[in-house]
């Protein structure tokens, strides 16, 4: 085994369901284990909805939350975030997951939601430093627990940034974002482009 891909397990570490262990490795089945999946999602890619997939088989409940970041150079707007991200949901039909935005720290937030998860997704060595750092952080500062999902091949080279320089240049963006979320971004480049 390669020391990326080894760096990989030591960090995730995790690849039984969360819905019938405890931490301790003794049965649970009776707790409802309920995660949110933090991120900036402008727009939402294929990447975060394997995550959501893979995620949904492992909680009883999944809150993708939307950051209203008043940092992050955004295109569209928390509310158009979490429509298009609701209009993925339902077309897909997935129960126990649910969309909505957050103001203000992840780990307040997860508090108020009474979350006992924050999932988050890698896809690359480079992730690996960031999101340990952030996740060690938020177990410090508020005690919760972080689960990585490392995303499938295909979508290892796939980010949002990525997707809006295509999408500004007219690239066919067809196969690394859902097809709605396609609609709605050649829409917002086309407005953008006049
Ligand atoms: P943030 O600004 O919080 O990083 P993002 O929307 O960029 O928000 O990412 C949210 C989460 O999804 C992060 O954990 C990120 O590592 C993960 N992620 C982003 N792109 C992918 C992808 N292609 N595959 C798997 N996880 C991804």
């Known amino acids: 085994m390669s020391i990326y891909h080894l ?18 490795g003794v049965a649970m089945s009776d707790k409802h284990v309920r995660a949110i999946f933090p991120g900036s999602f402008d727009p939402l890619t294929n990447g975060h909805l394997d995550v959501i997939e893979r995620g949904m088989k492992l909680f009883d409940e999944l809150i993708v939350a939307v950051g209203r970041s008043p940092i992050k150079n955004q295109l569209f707007t928390p509310e158009e975030r979490v429509a298009m991200i609701s209009e993925l949901l339902e077309q897909k039909n997935m129960p126990g ?9 992840t780990v307040e937030y997860a508090a108020r939601k009474k979350a006992d998860v924050i999932l988050r997704g890698l896809r690359s ?4 430093q960031y999101e340990c750092q952030l996740a ?12 990585f999902i490392m995303t499938s091949e295909q979508y290892g080279f796939t980010s949002s940034t990525l997707i809006r320089e295509v999408a500004s240049l007219g690239g066919d963006l067809s196969n690394l974002i ?8 050649k829409r917002k480049s086309e407005s953008l482009r006049g």
Not at 97 to 105: A, N, Q, R, Y
Not at 125 to 128: A, N
Not at 178 to 185: K, V
């Open 125 to 128: 060595l480079t992730d690996v």
């Open 97 to 105: 997951v649910s969309v909505e935005s957050f103001d203000g720290l």
């Open 136 to 147: 060690m952080t938020n177990r410090a500062v508020a005690g919760i627990e972080t689960v």
């Open 178 to 185: 859902p097809r709605n979320i396609f609609e709605h971004l």
């Open 7 to 24: 760096s990989f397990r030591v960090c995730i570490g995790l690849e039984m369901s969360l819905k019938s262990l405890e931490p301790n």
